[in-house]
């Protein structure tokens, strides 16, 4: 079925169990649908982009009718490619926050990228769900140790937890200076192929998660690149300030909802 207006091309994550009620998206750009009238073509979702708020207010509207999410029932970070992780009960907008933690059933939590990842997470046995925004910054200051610390504060088990990883960045493209290849472990940077250093942020996420006991077969990690497919992805790195942002969505399903 060929994505339409109603129903604009998503990724599903497969690791997670629907019939468990965890439910999660993460958009694609969507370019050809959403141009007319727009600065940025697409289902862009972020006000932090030089588009009108009124477009971007449009595209999310759009975004949560073709999923049936109720607006308010959604939690937005205003990320700040920091660490610093929120539990919340409610809709609305978190400022100064890059990950949201939620036990409450029905409550939505979102994450926008444009070449960070997007890393949600789930134990549907306890009940309690995670969105974080994991850039270099991020990653480099352990947003996912904090995440699941955080989790397991609410009754989540590490054991339990199912993770998804979305398209971001890859290791072919993403080219650093010395000063923020050095936050990373060496395995995780390249340092001979290319004229400088190249960070394998994929990588350095999956084995996080798998330092913090989670196994391997609880991981998806999506092998899109923000930076190569232009067709499916924004990338501020490729577009800079004519980039969008893509939108990674999950919720723990209420019952009827």
């Given at each position: 079925?060929?994505?339409?207006?109603?129903?604009?091309?998503?990724?599903?994550?497969?690791?997670?169990?629907?019939?468990?009620?965890?439910?999660?998206?993460?958009?694609?750009?969507?370019?050809?649908?959403?141009?007319?009238?727009?600065?940025?073509?697409?289902?862009?979702?972020?006000?932090?982009t030089r588009?009108?708020?009124?477009?971007?207010?449009?595209?999310?509207?759009?975004?949560?009718?073709?999923?049936?999410?109720?607006?308010?029932?959604?939690?937005?970070?205003?990320?700040?490619?920091?660490?610093?992780?929120?539990?919340?009960?409610?809709?609305?907008?978190?400022?100064?926050?890059?990950?949201?933690?939620?036990?409450?059933?029905?409550?939505?939590?979102?994450?926008?990228?444009?070449?960070?990842?997007?890393?949600?997470?789930?134990?549907?046995?306890?009940?309690?769900?995670?969105?974080?925004?994991?850039?270099?910054?991020?990653?480099?200051?352990?947003?996912?140790?904090?995440?699941?610390?955080?989790?397991?504060?609410?009754?989540?088990?590490?054991?339990?937890?199912?993770?998804?990883?979305?398209?971001?960045?890859?290791?072919?493209?993403?080219?650093?200076?010395?000063?923020?290849?050095?936050?990373?472990?060496?395995?995780?940077?390249?340092?001979?192929?290319?004229?400088?250093?190249?960070?394998?942020?994929?990588?350095?996420?999956?084995?996080?998660?798998?330092?913090?006991?989670?196994?391997?077969?609880?991981?998806?990690?999506?092998?899109?690149?923000?930076?190569?497919d232009a067709?499916?992805?924004?990338?501020?790195?490729?577009?800079?300030?004519?980039?969008?942002?893509?939108?990674?969505?999950?919720?723990?399903?209420?019952?009827?909802?």
């Amino acid at each position: 079925m060929k994505p339409s207006k109603d129903k604009p091309e998503m990724i599903r994550p497969n690791i997670f169990d629907e019939a468990q009620g965890i439910e999660a998206w993460f958009t694609c750009k969507n370019a050809d649908l959403y141009s007319t009238g727009q600065k940025i073509p697409g289902l862009n979702i972020g006000f932090n982009t030089r588009e009108a708020k009124e477009v971007v207010r449009k595209n999310r509207k759009k975004l949560l009718n073709a999923l049936g999410i109720q607006p308010e029932k959604v939690a937005f970070a205003e990320q700040v490619h920091g660490n610093r992780v929120q539990v919340v009960s409610q809709g609305g907008t978190f400022e100064n926050v890059d990950a949201l933690i939620t036990s409450v059933k029905g409550l939505s939590l979102a994450i926008q990228v444009a070449d960070c990842a997007a890393v949600l997470m789930a134990d549907s046995n306890n009940g309690v769900i995670a969105a974080a925004h994991a850039g270099w910054r991020g990653a480099a200051g352990d947003i996912l140790p904090k995440t699941v610390a955080a989790m397991t504060s609410l009754g989540a088990e590490t054991s339990n937890i199912k993770a998804f990883i979305s398209p971001c960045i890859s290791k072919e493209n993403f080219e650093v200076g010395k000063e923020v290849a050095e936050k990373f472990p060496p395995e995780y940077v390249d340092y001979e192929t290319y004229n400088k250093p190249h960070v394998d942020l994929k990588g350095f996420l999956e084995d996080q998660l798998l330092k913090l006991g989670i196994d391997r077969t609880r991981i998806e990690v999506n092998e899109g690149c923000t930076m190569e497919d232009a067709e499916r992805f924004y990338s501020y790195r490729r577009e800079q300030q004519g980039s969008g942002r893509m939108l990674g969505l999950i919720r723990y399903k209420d019952i009827g909802a």
